[in-house]
């Protein structure tokens, strides 16, 4: 009788963690892009690319779908820019880059996203421009603690 009990719990949690697993393979999380894809370091933080990015806009910003599509196209012009300016040749991709030839391409970098980001101001109302760049200021910060070996924190949510 007793090999019988445990027989069926051990069939029940057996049953029971199927049926956890089978439902965590339910979320609708979307995959990120495939490596080298996506991004200006072959990756985006959290995967997605433009497109993430792009929600994350959309519900920050309360985007109309014009301000939606431009700002799409920016994005995806930026992430072409910075695809190019990590594309190397066989020959730069041989030797590692030198800490001042890291620091060049950061810099260029860093024009890409401050251009792309005054782009994108200019298709804002004066609402959506405040709170657009009180995220840019936070994500700036979060991105010179991360160089500072501060920690790999993404910026803060904005205050909603």
């Known amino acids: 009788m007793m090999n019988m009990r445990r027989w069926k719990l051990a069939a029940s949690c057996a049953l029971l963690g199927l049926c956890a697993l089978t439902l ?7 995959p990120g892009p495939p490596p080298g894809e996506g991004g200006p370091h072959g990756h985006w933080r959290g995967g997605g690319g433009p497109e993430r990015e792009l929600a994350m806009l959309t519900h920050m910003l309360t985007l109309t779908p014009e ?11 930026q992430a072409t820019q ?11 991709a041989a030797t590692p ?3 001042e030839a890291r620091a ?13 980001n005054t ?3 200019a298709l804002l109302n004066d609402e959506q421009k405040k709170t657009f760049a009180d ?15 501060g920690g790999d924190a993404p910026p803060p949510p904005p205050n909603e």
Request: aromatic content about 2%; proline content about 5%.
């Open 24 to 30: 965590h393979a339910q979320t609708d999380t979307p």
């Open 67 to 77: 301000q939606q599509s431009g700002v799409k196209a920016l994005l995806e012009q």
């Open 82 to 92: 910075a695809m190019a300016l990590r594309t190397k040749t066989p020959s730069e």
């Open 97 to 99: 880059p030198t800490a």
């Open 104 to 116: 060049a391409e950061r810099k260029q970098m860093d024009a890409i996203r401050d251009e792309t």
């Open 119 to 121: 782009k994108i101001s």
């Open 135 to 149: 995220f840019v200021a936070r994500r700036k910060a979060a991105m010179a603690r991360r160089e500072a070996g």
